[in-house]
């Protein structure tokens, strides 16, 4: 096999191995694949020639022929900017694997699972779920019917390994302690969290804000409010600690979304941020380096988790991965407007 200068090499198919070894291709299928039916010699010397060409079993044509669809089904939540972040570098990831995706939107009126088995309906071959809510344990009867990969939440040692199920996460536990050595280097010790409620990571976010206000010696400074991976959540928390004699001189919300409720609410009452009060976010969203915005937040790394959670999906889809993998990529403090020295410390 020959190929002119400059061209691109064609990668080695099984007829190239079946020319090369003096059989049919048929016979070479049988011999890769382990069956029986051909002598010992004959054998060698086709495994011999296959090595020789450098030929590697083409995972999608077996998939295809094992009646599997090439379709990875995604589910997500549209109102969560970070999450349309995500999709939109899973299209690219999964055409350059030769793959389609299939977008289904996560609805608070419709079950997660419910969703998920539509996916699986039209005929998706792999799923990946953006930030569930729902426990893991409970998607497992979906993940026994698709291979699923999970992004952005946390799942336990017995529902990871419990079958084709992968996950690819953000470190958040390392995610608050640089929001709290930030804010502790300017000389906050008051900082309170927002929470985000059920929402995805939002239990290892406060458990990484509880772990480094004490590593810091400000466990009599922890303080924690409800509150939700939404603006209407950050608006009601807001006005709570409006509602008492005094704010803390930094917060930290469980999310973007949730820190630009906090900071409207903040503005139209006259609360100078971050004159007043600092805040920071989560996620680094397309919104949050808005200049209008300017807000100070923990970057996820949109890319590597949307590339990684294909290339996952993609793997186990293909039979090169039993799943079982644990994703964890480190996030990045990005420091823009809304954070400052305490104001008796300027």
Aim: charged residues 25%.
């Amino acid at each position: 096999m020959t190929t002119t200068a400059g061209s691109r090499r064609r990668r080695p198919t099984m007829a190239d191995v079946a020319e090369r070894a003096g059989v049919s291709r048929t016979l070479v299928s049988f011999i890769l694949a382990g069956k029986p039916g051909a002598g010992e010699e004959t054998q060698q010397r086709v495994l011999a020639v296959a090595e020789e060409l450098g030929y590697r079993p083409d995972s999608v044509a077996r998939m295809l022929a094992r009646g599997r669809s090439r379709t990875l089904g995604v589910l997500v939540d549209m109102s969560q900017l970070f999450q349309s972040e995500l999709v939109t570098h899973m299209y690219p990831a999964a055409e350059a694997l030769n793959h389609d995706v299939l977008l289904t939107a996560n609805l608070p009126e419709r079950s997660e699972v419910s969703s998920l088995e539509r996916l699986i309906d039209h005929r998706c071959g792999a799923l990946i779920v953006l930030g569930p809510h729902t426990d893991g344990a409970e998607l497992l009867p979906v993940a026994a019917r698709a291979p699923m990969v999970v992004v952005g939440r946390t799942l336990t040692e017995d529902v990871l390994h419990a079958g084709a199920v992968a996950t690819v996460r953000t470190d958040d536990h390392l995610g608050m302690a640089q929001a709290v050595d930030y804010l502790v280097g300017l000389g906050h010790r008051d900082i309170l969290h927002v929470d985000g409620g059920d929402g995805p990571g939002a239990g290892d976010r406060t458990l990484g804000y509880r772990t480094a206000m004490q590593r810091h010696g400000l466990s009599e400074h922890i303080a924690i409010v409800a509150g939700a991976h939404r603006e209407d959540a950050g608006a009601r928390a807001a006005r709570e600690l409006l509602g008492r004699s005094r704010l803390p001189t930094a917060i930290l919300a469980g999310n973007d979304r949730c820190a630009l409720g906090l900071l409207d609410v903040f503005t139209r009452a006259g609360v100078d941020v971050p004159g007043d009060i600092s805040l920071v976010g989560y996620d680094d969203s397309l919104l949050s380096d808005n200049p209008r915005i300017d807000l100070t937040t923990i970057h996820q790394d949109a890319t590597g988790m949307a590339t990684t959670a294909v290339d996952l999906a993609v793997a186990m889809l293909t039979d090169q991965s039993d799943g079982g993998d644990d994703v964890v990529l480190e996030p990045s403090l990005k420091v823009r407007g809304t954070t400052a020295p305490p104001r008796e410390q300027r």
